[in-house]
C-alpha cells in the first residue's frame, strides 16, 4: 500500500541534544513537507521541498534543519536551538501541483525532557 | 497574522442533525481550499476540496460551499454521525506560494449520540 511512514511515533530527547525525526512516502510524490501542531494551534509549516536537493523555509524554520538527497525521504533534525522543541510534528506530501491535495503520516510526537 | 481563521474552536451536535463548521480566510491569492479530520494522535485525513472556481462541492455526506467575495467556506455533515467526532481543520493553497497548504487552528467537533 502507497503512503507516508513516520517513524517512531513517541520520541523523548534530553534537553540540548539533536534530533532526527524519519518520514519515507512510496506515493511517488514530488512535494513534501513537515509541519508542527500545538495544543488549540493549527498545523504550522516548518520546512517544505518541491523537488530533490531543494527545500525552502516555511513559518517557523528556526531551530530546524532538513535534507532531501532522495525524492522518498524528507528528515527533519530538530536542534538543539529550537527553544520549544516539545510538540507533535507531521509530515506530508504531495504531487505539488495546483489543486491537489497532501497527504498525511501519522506524526511523530516529540517530548523534551 | 492568520491568515486562515476557525473561530469556533468547538461545536456540538446531535446525531442526525447538520453539523456545520465555518472557515474565513484574508489571503486573495488562495485558490484551492480543502477540509481534513483529524483524531487525536493521528495525522490529519483528507476528506473534501474546492477549487475558487466553484462554490460548491459534495461528497456523499459532506458539502463544501465557497463564498468568495466574503472570503468564507463551509462545511456541512449531513446527517452527523458519532464517527464524525473530531478535530476539522480547514486549510487553502496558495497558487503563487508553491501551493503550500495554510490552516486554521481548527474546530472540535462533537456528534452526541
Known amino acids: 500500500d502507497g503512503g507516508i511512514t513516520q517513524s517512531p511515533k513517541y520520541l523523548f530527547r534530553k534537553e540540548g541534544q539533536n534530533v532526527t525525526l524519519s518520514c519515507e512516502q512510496n506515493?511517488?510524490?514530488?512535494?513534501m513537507y513537515w509541519y508542527r501542531q500545538d495544543p488549540g494551534q493549527g498545523l504550522r509549516l516548518i520546512y517544505y521541498?518541491?523537488?530533490?536537493?531543494?527545500?525552502q523555509k516555511g513559518d517557523i524554520a528556526e531551530g530546524y534543519s532538513v535534507s532531501r538527497e532522495k525524492k522518498e525521504s524528507f528528515p527533519l533534525t530538530v536542534t538543539s536551538a529550537q527553544k520549544n522543541p516539545t510538540a507533535f510534528y507531521l509530515c506530508?506530501?504531495?504531487?505539488?501541483?495546483?489543486?491537489?491535495?497532501?497527504?498525511f503520516g501519522q506524526g511523530t510526537r516529540l517530548t523534551v525532557v | 497574522d492568520q491568515q486562515v481563521k476557525q473561530n469556533s474552536p468547538s461545536l456540538s451536535v446531535q446525531e442526525g442533525r447538520i453539523s456545520i463548521l465555518n472557515c474565513d480566510y484574508t489571503?486573495?491569492?488562495?485558490?484551492?481550499f480543502l477540509w481534513y479530520k483529524k483524531y487525536p494522535a493521528e495525522g490529519p485525513t483528507f476528506l473534501i476540496s474546492?477549487?475558487?472556481?466553484?462554490d460548491k462541492n459534495e461528497d456523499g455526506r459532506f458539502t463544501v460551499f465557497l463564498n468568495k467575495s466574503a472570503k468564507h467556506l463551509s462545511l456541512h455533515i449531513v446527517p452527523s454521525q458519532p464517527g464524525d467526532s473530531a478535530v476539522y481543520f480547514c486549510?487553502?493553497?496558495?497558487?503563487?506560494?508553491?501551493?503550500?497548504?495554510?490552516f486554521g487552528k481548527g474546530t472540535k467537533l462533537s456528534v452526541i449520540p
Open positions: 506515493l511517488n510524490h514530488d512535494a
Open positions: 521541498s518541491q523537488i530533490v536537493n531543494d527545500f
Open positions: 506530508a506530501s504531495s504531487t505539488g501541483s495546483r489543486n491537489t491535495e497532501a497527504f
Open positions: 489571503n486573495s491569492m488562495f485558490d484551492y
Open positions: 486549510a487553502a493553497s496558495d497558487w503563487a506560494g508553491s501551493y503550500q497548504l495554510t
Open positions: 474546492i477549487s475558487s472556481i466553484k
